[in-house]
């Protein structure tokens, strides 16, 4: 059970850094738009603006709204740090947190096992005994004396049934709780 859910931790973790290298490609051509954007910017504000021109509804005006376009690089920008800082620090901080409880898993995985199988063969092992006290008691009666009396034959099958009811219902209850 311990290694399944180390398994399974290990996958998330894998997840998680699919989704931290999606994101950081997309706060990558957040940041290149805002650069390439800054760039045009900066070239529509170093450009020459005769004053013979009209400032207002003449072709100067175009700069004006174009400025306004461009405002978009601050605003790609500001989009690139926030998945930079929210999302992308996030999922890297999860990531660490699993990895952290990858080791713990691990290290409790001996918790994890069970002796069911062993409680299954000894229970096996009981009946089976049972079974060959009740045949010799008819054959010869002699034989079954002392710990071969189909009784305390019986009540170790009693004992083991018990053992193996106990161990079936911890692991029950260990499941339910996961």
Known sequence: MGDVLAKMTTGWRRILKDFIAYFREVSSSYENKAKSTGKLFQTLN???????????????????????????????HEKARQIDTEIISQLT??????SVKIKEIKSLSSDFK???????ESTRKAVSQLGEALSAGEGN???????????VVKLGVDRQV?????????????????
């Open 114 to 120: 069970n002796s069911l199988e062993k409680e299954r």
């Open 46 to 76: 170093n450009a020459v603006q005769p004053e013979m021109f009209l400032r207002t509804g003449g072709i100067l005006e175009t700069n004006v709204v174009l400025k306004e376009y461009h405002k978009s690089a601050m605003i790609a």
């Open 141 to 151: 009666p002699s034989l079954t004396a002392g710990k071969n009396d189909p009784y």
């Open 162 to 178: 018990r053992r193996q009811l106990q161990e079936e219902n911890y692991l029950h209850k260990v499941s339910t709780i996961a």
């Open 93 to 98: 901080g999860l990531r660490n947190d699993l």
